[in-house]
């Protein structure tokens, strides 16, 4: 598995007979497109997306300011090499026929790392979502808001976080069947989407994974009870930081698909003008849930 260096792949031992004299194949690589379904229990929580057990990942958190927080973790989770980090790379591989079980509850276990635990020495990177939108957002602003929120604003953030995860899993099953992902909300009138990807190939394309994820989130935070909020909890929301990506037309999507809904609900004949006005509050409020997760 590893020389005095580094970590280089991993390998398996058997028992075999003394007269066996065949020499074993050791294996260096890996490249597992079966994504196996996360386990029920970490279904909910940040460290599904992710666990910041790299130094690398922690000390750029805490290098950078608040305003420039969220650009460098993006930048960040789109270049870096996980396996730049030779001690929880040995410690992750140590563990890996473990870590790549279906339902897998170890304390390793994220996304991420069963992703890099199929993927070995094969070229294929993480997607970036699952440290960024995913367990940054999740575990930095989501959780710095919710102490401000109303029971009913906190009961909202755990719901659509529980939705966004379950959604994640649906798609990805989804994937493992073939090329067509289609998903309608738990609950009537909150919308549905469907896209195409290759079988197995969902995430192994970063873009695509992140069209993917922004299409699930409308689902998420409706059926998580976003159009029940009230004004003051909206206000609160609205006060998040992820102002940047309004530069991203897959951010007014789901802001509109959405704001459809609680529209309909709460705002009445008003919300006609707020597709193309984002200055509106509760437009702009729609659009730092993403921050929330």
């Given at each position: 598995m590893a020389d005095e260096d580094k970590d280089v792949g991993y390998a398996e031992s058997y028992m075999t007979l003394k007269s066996y004299t065949k020499r074993a194949r050791v294996e260096r690589t890996a490249c597992?497109?079966?994504?196996?379904?996360?386990?029920?229990?970490?279904?909910g929580h940040c460290e599904y997306y992710y666990r910041p057990l790299q130094c690398e990942y922690t000390e750029t958190v805490e290098k950078v300011t608040t305003g420039?927080?969220?650009a460098t973790v993006k930048a960040f989770a789109t270049s870096w090499d996980p396996w730049t980090d030779r001690e929880?790379?040995?410690?992750l591989l140590h563990q890996r026929q473990t870590l790549i079980q279906?339902?897998?509850?170890?304390?390793?276990?994220?996304?991420?790392s069963n992703f890099m635990m199929r993927h070995i020495g094969c070229g294929h990177?993480?997607?970036?979502?699952y440290v960024s939108y995913g367990y940054f957002y999740c575990s930095n602003y989501g959780a710095k808001l919710k102490p401000t929120l109303s029971q009913a604003g906190k009961d909202w953030l755990d719901s659509a976080r529980w939705y966004l995860q379950a959604n994640m899993e649906d798609g990805l099953k989804q994937n493992m069947k073939g090329n067509l992902i289609q998903?309608?909300?738990?609950?009537?009138?909150?919308?549905s989407f469907k896209m195409t990807a290759p079988q197995y190939k969902l995430e192994l394309d970063s873009e695509m994974f992140k069209s993917f994820a922004f299409k699930t989130h409308p689902l998420a935070y409706l059926d998580g009870g976003l159009a029940g909020l009230q004004l003051p909890d909206m206000m609160k929301i609205m006060g998040?930081?992820?102002?940047?990506?309004?530069?991203?037309?897959?951010?007014?999507?789901?802001?509109?698909d959405s704001g459809k809904v609680v529209a309909g609900k709460t705002i009445?004949?008003?919300?006609?003008?707020?597709?193309?006005?984002?200055?509106?509050?509760?437009?702009?409020?729609l659009g730092r849930l993403m921050g929330a997760k």
């Open positions: 597992d497109d079966h994504v196996p379904p996360a386990a029920d229990s970490i279904i420039s927080a969220w929880v790379s040995a410690r279906p339902d897998c509850t170890a304390s390793d276990w994220s996304r991420h990177k993480p997607p970036g979502y998903m309608s909300s738990v609950k009537p009138g909150n919308g998040g930081p992820a102002l940047e990506e309004w530069g991203d037309s897959r951010t007014y999507e789901q802001v509109w009445g004949d008003a919300w006609d003008a707020t597709r193309v006005d984002v200055a509106d509050p509760a437009s702009t409020a």
